[in-house]
């Protein structure tokens, strides 16, 4: 059985930084492209960043410069740096592979 645990969300300042952590079991996560999509209120889901087997990235405009996806394949978990955070960024965190999703961690830019 597939499972996505995310955290590391949380209440950050505008400029702040959060990390995400999405630890994956009945899954292998070096071997899938993983991927992160957010969804803010009132909006649909978006794809924000995924990283490809073979460790190529990519990333919405939106973010690119400021956040990071990467992979850690001994802890079978993937992150996402997320640095100079705005208002906008605002949203419910997701993280997928293949068909499989986890619950998802809010994040919250707030002054």
């Known amino acids: 059985q597939v499972q996505l645990v995310e955290s590391g969300g949380g209440l950050v300042q505008p400029g702040g930084s959060l990390r995400l952590s999405c630890a994956a079991s009945?899954?292998?996560?070096?071997?899938?492209?993983m991927g992160w999509y957010r969804q803010a209120p009132g909006k649909q889901r978006e794809l924000v960043a995924q990283i490809s087997r073979g460790g190529i990235t990519n990333y919405a405009d939106s973010v690119k410069g400021r956040f990071t996806i990467s992979r850690d394949n001994a802890k079978n978990t993937v992150y996402l740096q997320m640095n100079s955070l705005k208002f906008e960024d605002t949203a419910v965190y997701y993280c997928t592979v293949t068909t499989y999703w986890g619950q998802g961690t809010q994040v919250t830019v707030s002054s």
């Open positions: 009945g899954i292998i996560v070096s071997i899938y492209t």
